[in-house]
């Protein structure tokens, strides 16, 4: 079975510009999470989709951030636009349809904003 | 106070030797525990659920107290390959996990 898929693996860009993130989770898992882990904190949540409707977005830092999930299969996550303070490693996860279900992480996107 | 508190270590430890990590908790309605163990500039991979009644799995032992709002986690017998960061996380009851922020482990020769 394919894992948690995210593209992609790094991205380095200018304060200001655009940048797109792809999350593919396990097939037929239904829940979607988006986390974040900011260098020398701890891995924070930013998100949580089931299916293709937003679940609970409470993690999200402000409305520079825009999360998809269109069909509920792949995810997306736009940040537009970055700011230095968006650099980090931004990690998907997916779980099945029950809750408590074990989360099962992507190997992120390393974002870097100069 | 944070919601779930690691020592971040780092805890260098001789090969074969035993080792463990306590992680608290500050939400006493919290409905389930994992370990997670992440290598170096990869993804967090699922090592245990953490059960009330304790679980075993080869060399690694975790346990629940929720009395004390703490799981614990150890392993005997540590290998170089076990030399890796040990993340806590607990879910809420809101789907979501919380992270500690990781405790080091260096598994000396």
């Not at chain 2, 106070?1 to 780092?10: A, C, L």
């Amino acid at each position: 079975e394919a894992g948690v898929t995210q593209f992609p693996s790094h991205s380095v860009i200018e304060k200001g510009q655009t940048v797109t993130l792809r999350c593919d989770p396990i097939s037929g898992h239904d829940n979607l999470y988006w986390y974040r882990r900011v260098m020398g904190k701890e891995i924070k949540f930013l998100l949580h989709f089931v299916k293709e409707s937003k679940q609970d977005e409470s993690g999200m830092p402000n409305n520079r951030f825009l999360a998809e999930r269109t069909g509920g299969t792949y995810s997306t996550l736009k940040v537009q636009p970055a700011e230095l303070e968006d650099s980090g490693v931004y990690f998907c996860a997916s779980s099945h349809h029950l809750a408590g279900e074990t989360q099962y992480f992507g190997p992120g996107t390393r974002l870097l904003v100069l | 106070r944070k919601e779930v508190e690691q020592d971040p270590g780092p805890f260098n430890v001789p090969e074969g030797a035993t080792v463990a990590f306590n992680c608290t908790y500050s939400n006493s309605a919290s409905q389930s525990f994992f370990w997670y163990r992440q290598d170096c500039r990869k993804e967090p991979k699922l090592l245990m659920s953490v059960y009330s009644s304790g679980n075993e799995d080869g060399r690694f032992t975790a346990q629940l107290n929720r009395a004390s709002q703490y799981i614990s986690l150890l392993i005997r017998d540590s290998k170089l390959s076990d030399s890796a960061t040990y993340l806590c996380a607990v879910n809420f009851g809101n789907e979501k996990l919380t992270f500690g922020t990781g405790t080091r482990l260096t598994i000396i020769p």
